[in-house]
T-cell receptor, first 112, second 110 residues
């Protein structure tokens, strides 16, 4: 019962470095999401993918890119990391819009 | 523009009593509402949901109430248990987007 798997769990980057956060789900869900969680801000949507081959911006997309590689995988890329991107990142998937989303364990990213 | 708001950052309740968590939203086009529970160092987990065409949904100790005219929903936990101590997020869905509130930290005291 893997559900939604995110890698890595922790990462420290220097300002200007790039990295990709990986996410995979084994529930055959169509929709996948990337959120960031910051203190006092709740979970904010970065990007989402309603189906394989489609991606759309969420609330806070600046500084990020995504790739829906196939139905299972949805990656988030930081091309040039900034300290403002220090956060906990969550990937999620759901069957559709009127269904609950299942979340991964999160990636704690620190940019110094 | 915070479309979903949880105005209480924290709530403390005695074990066995009722916990009531509140959430307000501004967009009347939301069609589905959900509550998630989050423990430290874990991802949020789904708790209970309600469609915009209903005003109440119950699942064991958890009941969600929706007041569309007031654009308000609440989560009632009865009776509260120590394992309920967590951060609770309300969320609203529209057009394939799930928008979350800021969260309320619930602490159940023995």
């Amino acid at each position: 019962n893997a559900g939604v798997t995110q890698t890595p769990k922790f990462q420290v980057l220097k300002t200007g470095q790039s990295m990709t956060l990986q996410c995979a789900q084994d529930m055959n869900h169509n929709s996948m999401y990337w959120y960031r969680q910051d203190p006092g801000m709740g979970l904010r949507l970065i990007y989402y993918s309603a189906s394989e081959g489609t991606t759309d911006k969420g609330e806070v997309p600046n500084g990020y890119n995504v790739s829906r590689l196939n139905k299972r995988e949805f990656s988030l890329r930081l091309e040039s990391a900034a300290p403002s991107q220090t956060s906990v990142y969550f990937c999620a998937s759901s069957e559709g819009t009127l269904a609950e989303a299942f979340f991964g364990q999160g990636t704690r990213l620190t940019v110094v | 523009d915070q479309q979903v708001k949880q105005n209480s950052p924290s709530l403390s309740v005695q074990e066995g009593r009722i916990s009531i968590l509140n959430c307000d939203y501004t967009n009347s086009m939301f069609d589905y509402f959900l509550w998630y529970k989050k423990y430290p160092a874990e991802g949020p987990t789904f708790l209970i949901s309600i469609s915009s065409i209903k005003d109440k949904n119950e699942d064991g100790r958890f009941t969600v109430f929706l007041n569309k005219s007031a654009k308000h929903l609440s989560l009632h936990i009865v009776p509260s248990q120590p394992g309920d101590s967590a951060v609770y997020f309300c969320a609203a869905s529209r057009a394939q987007k799930l928008v979350f509130g800021q969260g309320t930290r619930l602490t159940i005291n023995p």
